[in-house]
Structures are given as C-alpha cells and as structure tokens.
C-alpha cells in the first residue's frame, strides 16, 4: 500500500534547481533513507513534503490525496510528521511542555499519560522539567524524535535526527524507530551515516543536484555508478 | 484523561487572586478617597499592562500600538454615551470589545504576518491612524475631545475596574496557562515552523491572541472615559501609554501570569510617590529608564522572579543556613530525649 507518493517535483531559488523532477513512493511502514552530498535538496525535499515550502510544479500525495497545496499545519494533521535538520524546540518550556505541545492538535486528553511515557521510552524522565534549551544536542533531538512519538504519525519525516547523538542514545532512537515502524509507522530519514542507513533502512534513495540519481537496497546503491561519483566525485564513464 | 496545563497550582493561583481582590474590596471603608483612586489607577493599568503581556509576553509579538486600543474602548464609550445617543454605560463596554476586537482582526490579519521590528512599527501605525482620526473626525469631538456624564462615586469606579480586571486576570490565567490554546500562543511565540509542524494553525492562533489582548484595553478603556468624564486625543491615544504599560510588564515580569499585576503596581505607586513628593516632574522619566536598565542586566524575569533570585542569593542563604543552624541543635536535642524515653 503506497503511504507517500511524489510525482516530478521541481523547486527552484532563484536559478538554483534545489529539487528537479523528483519522482518516488513509500509503502506502508516502510523505512526508507535519502542520503546524498551537502546541497543536494535533501532538506528541500523535506520543506516540500511538510508544506514549509510549496513547489514550482509537481505533486505530493499522502494516502492517495493530494496535499501539495496544504498549509504545513493541515499536512501535520493529515498524519506528517517531521523532525528538523537543527533542533527546532520550544526553548522556553520544559522538555515535558514541549511533548504536550505536540499533542495539542491531536491526543490531548491523554497527553500528559502519553509524554510520561514518551518521557521514559527515551530516557529524558530526569529533565523532564528542565527547560528544553538546557539540553545536550543529543537530547534536543531525543526531545524531537519525542514530539514526533506524541503526534503518533502515519508517516514521520527525521532529518539527521541520529547526527552527533551518544551512540547509546542513537540506540534508544533506532529501537523507538522499529518499534513504530513494527506497529505500521513508515518512516523517510535523512541520513549521513552509511553505517545507520544500512542498519535501519529497506530502501535507499540518492540525491545528487537536486536530482533523484539511484534508489534501491544499501548493497545496490553502494555499488551504483552514479553514488560512487556524487559522493566520491569518480566519474560515471570510469 | 490527563490533560495537560502549567502555570502552578489553579487552586492557589486563582485563590490568591480571589484573596487579594476580597481584602481590596474593604478598601472604601478604611481609607481616604484619594487612596482610592490610586488603588483604581492600580487596577486600570494592571488590566492594560496584562493585555500588552498577552500579545508579547505569550505570542512573542512586540506592539507598540496598544494604547489604539485603549482609544478606541474609551471613544466608543464616550460617542455612546452622549445626549444625542444616551446609552447606558454598562451596554456601551461590550460593543467597546466588539469593535476593538474587530480591529484587531482586521489589522492583526495582515500585520500578524510581519515580525519583530515589522509588526512593531506596524501597530505603532495603527495607534498613530487612530489618534490622528479621533483628531480630525466630527462625532469623536476632534482635538477638543468629549466630555461623559459626571458621577460623582470613586467606589463605583473603584469596583468596576477591580472586577474588570481580576476576571481578565482569571481568563486569561485559564486561557492561556491552564488550556491547550495557551500551549498553542507560546509555542507560536518560541518557534512558529515547529508549532505549524505539531498542526498548529498559527495564523489563525495569532490573530486570536492579538483579538483577546485588543478586548482588554477596549474595556477598561470605556471604564475609564466614564471615570475621567473627559477624554481627547492626548488623554486616552498618547504613546507614553503604551510606552507605560511596556515598563510595567519588563518590570513585573513578561510572559509570566502575574507579572504585570506586579509591575503595574509597583510603578503606579512610584510614579505617585513621585508627584506627590516632588509635583510634576520628569524625574520620573529618569527613575523610569534607570529601573529598566537595572531590571534588565540583574532580574530578567523581572519582579515575580525575585524570590526564586533572592533564594539563590549568597547572603540570604548565608542568613537561611545561620537559622538552620540555631534551630537543628535544638531539634537534635529533643530526638535524643525522645530515643533515649
């Protein structure tokens, strides 16, 4: 069952194609990788799939509907959700705040049992009530992969959310990331560690230029042409 | 269910404030007019400084246009309650709210969209349309203003205005620390791509905070053109009394439930003192500028933070830990009389 299709995507800055003509689908609980070079629109990718930005042309679907034109909040909604590139919290509330705030528009009820729970699957229990901007790096994104969990999402977009975390909180993040993905969670994630890629993802999709250059299995991409010069600059005809 | 809230404690938040407005409304009966009228001046500008709190404090939007506000709950008051039209003075304060709000819609719609300096400058050009309007329009009385009827009864203001402002005070304590909305303002206000991320729709959270921080001043504003009976252009839209209710809030403390209660107390009384000691001076301009300077480098959090400050202070623990010291001995002694019985 195809969660996310997106269909000859184009945005431009200026004359910079930052995304150029991308084309992919995501199945049900899925965990598909995008890696590629600094600047290759992988961040821009995930701007127009949450509706921070919107495409010169091109469509997005989410369960078979369009929301290409969406405001971010009604994409959120629709069952998106995201964690940003650079930790994007909300510094003056509590670390517990932050995850009630990510249930405003969804579980309120029941969103003070949930954070707790949320609170101690990360292990964040000890500063729950220290203000989100005392965090470690690492914590500030255990918190946003946090407020992802409260929003419960069909779908959850993660950039980078493993870069420069301690590998036993990686660890944390990478078992809370198959325990949704097992309850039918699909997940796309950016991601510079090969490592990480190999170890969680199904699927692997390369960008280079804005351009989608090779998708498939780690074992498949790594031995593709076109990785091999987007990453390591060998050209293609060698 | 568990819904969530902060903002301490309702039942000691709100009962405070139900404490303090009881012992305020004995007030009449102990004291002399003139204290009265202080302690009326008290509440009026705590309502407008919380207003001001609203939109900044909790959204994060700087308004240098409030007082347009304020204006605009004053003037509709007072057209309404000229002979020609004669309303009632109570019937006039809900339609003081309706057409704040309405501006504020109707201006908070675009200008929302604008931050920081932007939005800023933009409401000052709101407050400054307004007063030229009230300036130049027939049926606003132009620079010569309008007079509203006279009633002689410094308690009947006193009450109105202590009950206007400690329900907004209890609203917007609900509102804004005890519901989801209030969760949704201060997350706009912390970072708004991250709140339109969570499914906020913070368009529309903004203008709503922007509405209810405009209802406000509208109200207490037509309260106060019936108490001053005279009201112009330069009594009821002059800057100085955005710039006022600002100070009040750095001062008692931005963002925080009580903390322009506080300030508004503390720099009503100031400026008081201040008349009375030395008439009308523009010392207090200076006392002013000095406070903030010192309120900004040493209590950020302004004067709600200075217990939590003053605990961490080396002197006060210093004086705490000699207390400590006089009263454990004590206590030691009786748990070995008691272990030894």
Same mark, same amino acid.
């Given at each position: 069952?195809?969660?996310?299709?997106?269909?000859?995507?184009?945005?431009?800055?200026?004359?910079?194609r930052?995304?150029?003509?991308?084309?992919?689908?995501?199945?049900?609980?899925?965990?598909?990788g995008?890696?590629?070079?600094?600047?290759?629109?992988?961040?821009?990718l995930?701007?127009? @799939?949450?509706?921070?930005?919107?495409?010169?042309?091109?469509?997005?679907?989410?369960?078979?509907?369009?929301?290409?034109?969406?405001?971010?909040?009604?994409?959120?909604?629709?069952g998106?959700?995201?964690?940003?590139?650079?930790?994007?919290?909300?510094?003056?509330? !509590?670390?517990?705040?932050?995850?009630?705030?990510?249930?405003?528009?969804f579980?309120?009820?029941?969103?003070?049992?949930?954070?707790?729970?949320?609170?101690?699957?990360?292990?964040?229990?000890?500063?729950?009530?220290?203000?989100?901007?005392?965090?470690?790096?690492? $914590?500030?994104?255990?918190?946003?992969?946090?407020?992802?969990?409260m929003?419960?999402?069909?779908?959850?977009?993660?950039?980078?959310?493993?870069? =420069?975390?301690?590998?036993?909180?990686? $660890?944390? *993040?990478?078992?809370?990331?198959? !325990?949704?993905r097992?309850?039918?969670?699909?997940?796309?994630?950016?991601?510079?560690?090969?490592?990480?890629?190999?170890?969680? /993802?199904?699927?692997?999709?390369?960008?280079? &230029?804005?351009?989608?250059?090779?998708?498939?299995?780690?074992?498949?991409?790594?031995?593709d042409?076109?990785?091999?010069?987007?990453?390591? =600059?060998?050209?293609?005809?060698? | 269910m568990?819904?969530p &809230?902060?903002? =301490?404690?309702?039942?000691?938040n709100?009962?405070?404030?139900?404490?303090?407005? %009881?012992?305020?409304?004995?007030?009449?009966?102990? #004291?002399?007019?003139?204290?009265?009228?202080?302690?009326?001046?008290?509440?009026?500008?705590?309502?407008?400084?919380?207003?001001?709190?609203?939109? /900044?404090?909790?959204?994060?939007?700087?308004?240098?246009?409030h007082?347009?506000?304020?204006?605009?709950?004053?003037? !509709?008051?007072?057209?309404?309650?000229?002979?020609?039209?004669?309303?009632?003075?109570?019937?006039?304060?809900?339609?003081?709210?309706?057409?704040?709000?309405?501006?504020?819609?109707?201006?908070?719609?675009?200008a929302?969209?604008?931050?920081?300096?932007?939005?800023?400058?933009?409401?000052? &050009?709101?407050?400054?349309?307004?007063?030229?309007?009230?300036?130049?329009?027939?049926?606003?009385? +132009?620079?010569?203003?309008?007079?509203?009827?006279?009633?002689?009864?410094?308690?009947?203001?006193?009450?109105?205005?202590?009950?206007? #402002?400690?329900?907004?005070?209890?609203?917007?304590? @609900?509102?804004?620390?005890?519901?989801?909305? +209030?969760?949704?303002?201060?997350?706009?206000?912390?970072?708004?791509?991250?709140?339109?991320? $969570?499914?906020?729709?913070?368009?529309?959270?903004?203008?709503?905070?922007?509405?209810?921080?405009? %209802?406000?001043?509208?109200?207490?504003?037509?309260?106060?053109?019936?108490?001053? !009976?005279?009201?112009?252009?330069?009594s009821?839209?002059?800057?100085?009394?955005?710039?006022?209710?600002?100070? *009040?809030?750095?001062?008692? =403390?931005?963002?925080?439930?009580?903390?322009?209660?506080?300030?508004?107390?503390? *720099?009503?009384?100031?400026?008081?003192?201040?008349?009375?000691?030395?008439?009308?001076?523009?010392?207090?301009?200076?006392? %002013?500028? &000095?406070?903030?300077?010192?309120?900004v480098?040493?209590?950020?959090d302004?004067l709600?933070?200075?217990?939590?400050?003053?605990?961490?202070?080396r002197?006060?623990?210093?004086?705490?830990?000699?207390?400590r010291?006089d009263?454990?001995?004590?206590?030691?002694?009786?748990?070995?009389?008691?272990?030894? $019985?």
């Amino acid at each position: 069952m195809t969660v996310l299709a997106v269909d000859d995507l184009h945005r431009s800055f200026g004359g910079i194609r930052a995304v150029d003509g991308v084309t992919f689908a995501v199945e049900k609980a899925e965990i598909v990788g995008i890696i590629g070079p600094n600047g290759s629109g992988k961040s821009t990718l995930f701007n127009l @799939l949450t509706g921070a930005l919107k495409p010169n042309s091109g469509t997005i679907s989410l369960f078979d509907r369009d929301i290409t034109k969406l405001p971010s909040y009604k994409i959120a909604r629709a069952g998106l959700g995201r964690t940003f590139q650079i930790p994007a919290l909300f510094v003056n509330m !509590t670390v517990r705040e932050n995850l009630w705030t990510s249930a405003v528009q969804f579980d309120w009820d029941n969103a003070r049992s949930d954070a707790d729970a949320v609170l101690e699957r990360l292990e964040l229990t000890h500063v729950a009530d220290d203000l989100a901007s005392t965090l470690s790096g690492g $914590q500030q994104r255990l918190l946003e992969m946090g407020r992802v969990l409260m929003q419960n999402p069909k779908v959850a977009l993660l950039d980078e959310v493993a870069a =420069g975390v301690h590998p036993r909180l990686r $660890q944390i *993040m990478l078992d809370a990331i198959r !325990t949704l993905r097992d309850a039918g969670t699909t997940f796309l994630v950016i991601e510079h560690d090969m490592e990480l890629a190999q170890d969680i /993802c199904d699927r692997i999709i390369v960008m280079d &230029a804005g351009k989608i250059v090779a998708q498939g299995s780690f074992e498949e991409i790594s031995h593709d042409p076109h990785v091999m010069e987007a990453y390591l =600059g060998v050209p293609t005809s060698e | 269910m568990s819904r969530p &809230a902060s903002g =301490g404690n309702p039942y000691v938040n709100l009962g405070v404030l139900a404490v303090v407005v %009881v012992a305020l409304c004995f007030l009449p009966v102990m #004291t002399s007019p003139y204290y009265i009228r202080v302690a009326t001046g008290i509440a009026l500008w705590a309502g407008i400084a919380l207003s001001w709190n609203v939109i /900044c404090g909790y959204a994060g939007y700087i308004s240098f246009g409030h007082v347009a506000f304020f204006g605009i709950g004053a003037y !509709t008051t007072a057209i309404l309650m000229q002979p020609n039209m004669d309303w009632n003075f109570w019937a006039t304060l809900p339609v003081a709210a309706v057409i704040a709000g309405g501006v504020a819609a109707l201006v908070g719609w675009p200008a929302l969209r604008l931050r920081g300096a932007y939005f800023a400058i933009a409401t000052w &050009a709101l407050a400054e349309a307004v007063r030229e309007l009230t300036t130049v329009l027939h049926f606003t009385g +132009g620079s010569g203003g309008l007079k509203t009827p006279i009633r002689l009864d410094e308690n009947f203001f006193f009450y109105t205005m202590l009950a206007t #402002t400690a329900i907004a005070y209890a609203f917007c304590y @609900l509102l804004l620390e005890r519901s989801r909305f +209030g969760f949704q303002v201060k997350a706009l206000r912390d970072n708004e791509v991250a709140a339109r991320a $969570q499914g906020i729709n913070t368009n529309l959270v903004k203008i709503e905070a922007f509405v209810l921080s405009a %209802v406000i001043p509208a109200v207490l504003g037509g309260i106060n053109a019936y108490w001053i !009976t005279f009201i112009n252009p330069d009594s009821v839209l002059n800057t100085i009394i955005t710039d006022q209710l600002v100070v *009040m809030v750095l001062v008692g =403390g931005l963002g925080h439930a009580w903390g322009p209660a506080l300030g508004a107390t503390a *720099m009503f009384l100031l400026q008081e003192q201040l008349r009375v000691s030395y008439g009308e001076t523009t010392a207090y301009i200076i006392i %002013v500028g &000095a406070l903030v300077m010192a309120i900004v480098l040493f209590l950020p959090d302004g004067l709600v933070s200075l217990g939590r400050r003053a605990r961490r202070m080396r002197l006060v623990r210093q004086l705490l830990g000699r207390v400590r010291d006089d009263v454990a001995p004590q206590r030691a002694e009786k748990q070995t009389e008691e272990a030894t $019985q």
